[in-house]
């Protein structure tokens, strides 16, 4: 069985909120999310290193901004080893395809892929996306803009 999960994150990779703010955040994405349900799964998610937030299933290509090639076998191998070291060291990386030196938020993915050190994780919502209006009230709470990653496990 699969899963849906949106995450919400700030627009800045390194940014961390105060933890009333992320509470505040978290309650306010149930209810958008969750209407209806009770007890929904939403969790807070705080990391010491920038962490990949990843679209799994959604995410099929990721390619170069210098050279064009594709190179989501690669990106792929970063995302586990980001995974096993509990973050990244680094924001930029060499790419395999030309050499070139690229952060990691300027690669081409098509479909969007995040970066964070904060994440807040609502696991099978009953409504999705978050609309723009949603992404301010959201980013009002938090005390810092915010994107959406619609992640398919
Ligand atoms: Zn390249």
Redesign the pocket.
């Known amino acids: 069985m699969s899963d849906f999960v949106v995450s919400v994150i700030p627009t800045d990779p390194r940014w961390q909120p105060a933890p009333e703010a992320a509470d505040a955040c978290a309650d306010l994405l149930r209810a958008l999310l969750y209407p209806e349900e009770p007890d929904p799964e939403v969790e807070i998610g705080w990391y010491d290193r920038v962490a990949i937030v990843h679209p799994h299933e959604n995410l099929q290509h990721v390619t170069?901004p210098?050279?064009?090639?594709e190179?989501s076998d690669w990106f792929d191998g970063l995302a586990e080893e980001a995974e096993e070291r509990q973050g990244l060291t680094e924001l930029e990386a060499t790419?395999p395809?030309?050499g070139?030196r690229i952060p990691l938020t300027g690669l081409r993915h098509d479909w969007p892929c995040g970066f964070a050190r904060f994440e807040i994780a609502a696991w099978n919502p009953e409504r999705q996306p978050l609309s723009g209006a949603d992404l301010t009230a959201l980013g009002e709470a938090l005390g810092h803009a915010v994107r959406q990653i619609e992640a398919h496990i």
């Open positions: 170069c210098r050279c064009g090639r190179i790419v395809c030309c070139a």
